[in-house]
């Protein structure tokens, strides 16, 4: 008899995943308890009572596994409809399953973290950051019930969709035309991340030069935006891009490192105190 996944066991693993992707993560690891533990009704339920099978299928997903985690869940739905062909007796083996989360992993990452965290996160936080002017309590339950609600039933319509096609996937994933909807999802991420920038970040510096009558002869800010709008906004834009991609620091050290620059920037009058920054 045809062995067949019951909605319920699928239902329970994209749960383990929606909640435990990051499960006892580190760096040796990254997600991978998070992948196995969802994996785990899948396996229990299509080997009940077969041991042996059980713990060599659940061998299989020990292997490391990262990705991005709203688009990653396809990779679990993929690997579940192929556990279930494997117990079906199709030739399904270790390798051919863990060679195909290894060649899903990066291009998932490249289309997750330009969509989800460069294109999407940005739109809702510039749509919540208008709502809450003024300290309208409406733009953080904006942000906090639209990204939830996203999160959710996006990731619960691909995790199925990659359990209903299988192999199939692969294709669609890392074929030429996924390779160029992942560059026009980049290109759009990095308009929205230029919009958002330009629109809510605001770095203006107060340092003027006076004559011996106290006279300005020099506005420094008003001088570098005649020659290009928001220069300084530009340049704290881009350096904060460059240690966190480049030089790899993460966002709370470079955070830290704005607010260090801010301090001494305001005790020796580069900045304004009344100003944002």
Known sequence: MEKQLSKKTLNKSFWLWF???????????????????????????LYAGEPDKLARSMKTYTAFFNTEPQIGAIVVGVTAGLEQARANGEPVDDETIN???????????????????????PILLGIALGLASGGSIIGPLFYVVTWNLFALLGMRF?????????????????????????????IVGAMVIGAVAASW???????????????VI????????SVYPKLLTAVTVVICWWLMSKRKISPTKVMG????????????GFFNPGLQY
């Open 19 to 45: 909640y435990g992707n990051l499960t006892c993560f580190s760096q040796e690891h990254m997600q991978t308890f998070g992948y196995l533990s969802a994996m785990l009704p899948i396996c229990e339920e």
């Open 158 to 186: 691909i995790y199925f969709k990659g359990y209903q096609l299988g192999g199939k996937a692969v294709e669609i994933l890392v074929g030429e035309k996924a390779q160029a909807i992942r560059e026009s999802i980049q």
């Open 218 to 225: 020099v506005d420094l800010n008003n001088s570098l935006n």
């Open 201 to 215: 970040i605001n770095v203006s510096t107060a340092y003027k030069m006076l004559d011996a009558n106290g006279e």
């Open 99 to 121: 060679g195909l989360r290894a060649g899903l992993m990066g291009p998932l990452a490249g289309i997750g973290d330009s969509l989800i965290v460069g294109t999407v996160i």
């Open 257 to 268: 490192i704005l607010v260090v620059v801010a301090f001494v920037g305001v005790l020796i």
